[in-house]
Nanobody
Framework: VQLQASGGGLVQAGGSLRLSCAAS????????MGWFRQAPGKERELVAA???????YYRDSVKGRFTISRDTAKNTVYLQMNKLKPEDTAVYYC?????????????????WGQGTQVTVSS
């Protein structure tokens, strides 16, 4: 399975970005999919996730600003990020879990994208 993440970039505070995560080699519609981020010197953290049953999870700091979705026809997961803040600056990774483990732990996810840099300037 390969995940290709894209859509990162430099944006001013208050702006928007949409990250895409295109999968190949596997149909991901029945997998839990997550977006994680890692800032320099910090641990990787779950930002948002969508389960095979369409349940969605968001960490508190992004609720109301970020939206995770999936397009099964395109085998792609998206993360729409609005009202970005400087503290959202990080490398963002998409990941997939075909076994239905805990959403919050990186170790639950079996395959990962390469990461895309998001930088929010103040």
């Amino acid at each position: 399975v390969q995940l290709q993440a894209s859509g990162g970039g430099l944006v001013q505070a208050g702006g928007s970005l949409r990250l895409s995560c295109a999968a190949s080699g596997r149909t991901i519609s029945s997998d839990n999919m997550g977006w994680f981020r890692q800032a320099p010197g910090k641990e990787r953290e779950l930002v948002a996730a969508v389960t095979w049953s369409a349940y969605t999870y968001y960490r508190d700091s992004v609720k109301g600003r970020f939206t995770i979705s999936r397009d099964t026809a395109k085998n792609t997961v998206y993360l729409q990020m609005n009202k970005l803040k400087p503290e959202d600056t990080a490398v963002y990774y998409c990941a997939g879990d075909p076994r239905g483990g805990s959403l919050h732990y990186p170790s639950s996810y079996e395959y990962w994208g390469q990461g895309t840099q998001v930088t929010v300037s103040s």
